[in-house]
């Protein structure tokens, strides 16, 4: 990444032209082009920073020592946010909220960053390397901007002066699986001069220049928004409410067909003679064997010629038959 000499800040814009960005590759990649070092935040720990007023760009005046830019994280930087060109992420987020998650449509907002050149004085190895740091937006306007206001005299001083800044000490604490949370800021009693460093490692960035900004069409590669369809937020249809006085539906094992009620009544009065087979897994009914038919009472006999009355015969009980494959009247 080519670097040049720190600028001076003055009134003006900073634009460049959105069709001429480089790219950045694939979902959920940096937005930093490649060969851009950028400084890691220490965890729980103190981090040692100096801030370097940035190289300006091509036809580009300086009104800040900080670039911000607004990150749809995964998928890119925001066109809309950071250069007021279209983005199609905010066109699908603004017409989700009816028919998808309202939680997840929330995640699409854009987040505001803010990027500055910057030593990190607590690496050995890159502390004399000009670097970028990638700070929240509310972390540069709430603590580190209040490093270039003398509260004694109401001096306002540019801490990020390659000549003439000063060393910025901060905490950041991030507890397992929370947001982290910055404090602790302070400002060296004095300043010091780094332009033999940033000679050295060939110059500052111009901050525009460090990062991607994909094309219409890239983030709308990136994002591919028919994936989320399945994050719609109606609920699963519930089971259809049976009319009142309407028969409970039969609850049935997977895999198992239920018998047929006519079947078994068709069976039974048809009267023959073969055992039932029960059907697995559903156990069988028990059938009560009928019992032994009562003699009938004897027949009167006109006297006075007597008639010996016959013994009465057993029935022999009958055996059921297996249903046969027919439909009764319940089928």
């Not at 699908?92 to 009816?98: F, V």
């Not at 000063?166 to 604490?173: G, H, L, R, S, V």
């Not at 300043?191 to 525009?208: E, K």
């Amino acid at each position: 990444m080519k670097k040049g000499t720190a600028g001076q800040i003055q009134d003006g814009g900073m634009e460049k032209e959105y069709q001429k960005r480089g790219h950045e590759s694939g979902p959920g990649a940096s937005y930093f082009k490649e060969g851009v070092s950028k400084i890691k935040m220490r965890e729980n720990q103190q981090n040692h920073w100096r801030f370097l007023v940035p190289m300006p760009a091509e036809g580009q005046v300086l009104t800040s020592w900080a670039y911000k830019i607004e990150v749809h994280f995964g998928i890119g930087i925001c066109p809309l946010r950071t250069l007021g060109l279209p983005c199609p992420v905010c066109e699908w987020r603004d017409t989700a909220w009816d028919t998808h998650d309202k939680e997840f449509v929330k995640t699409l907002y854009p987040q505001p960053r803010m990027l500055a050149n910057a030593l990190d004085r607590m690496d050995p190895q890159k502390q004399n390397e000009v670097q970028i740091a990638d700070m929240p937006k509310i972390m540069f306007y709430d603590e580190v901007l209040q490093q270039c206001r003398i509260p004694e005299t109401g001096q306002v001083i540019n801490v990020a002066d390659v000549a003439n800044g000063y060393d910025i000490y901060f905490t950041y604490n991030k507890p397992a699986n929370s947001p982290g949370k910055y404090g602790g800021f302070l400002r060296a009693t004095s300043p010091n001069n780094c332009q033999a460093i940033v000679d050295a490692a060939g110059g500052v960035y111009a901050l525009s220049d460090v990062v991607v900004i994909k094309t219409y069409e890239e983030l709308k590669e990136a994002f591919k928004p028919e994936f989320l369809m399945t994050r719609q937020s109606a609920s699963p249809a519930a089971p259809p409410v049976a009319p009142v006085g309407s028969p409970a539906p039969v609850a049935t094992a997977p895999g198992v067909e239920v018998e047929k009620l006519g079947q078994n009544l068709a069976a039974m009065q048809e009267g023959a003679t073969a055992p039932v087979a029960a059907p697995a897994p559903v156990a069988p009914v028990p059938v009560a064997a009928p019992t032994t038919a009562a003699p009938p009472a004897a027949e009167a006999v006109p006297a006075p010629v007597a008639q010996p009355v016959a013994a009465p015969v057993a029935v022999a009980p009958q055996k059921i038959a297996a249903p046969e494959n027919k439909e009764g009247p319940f089928g």
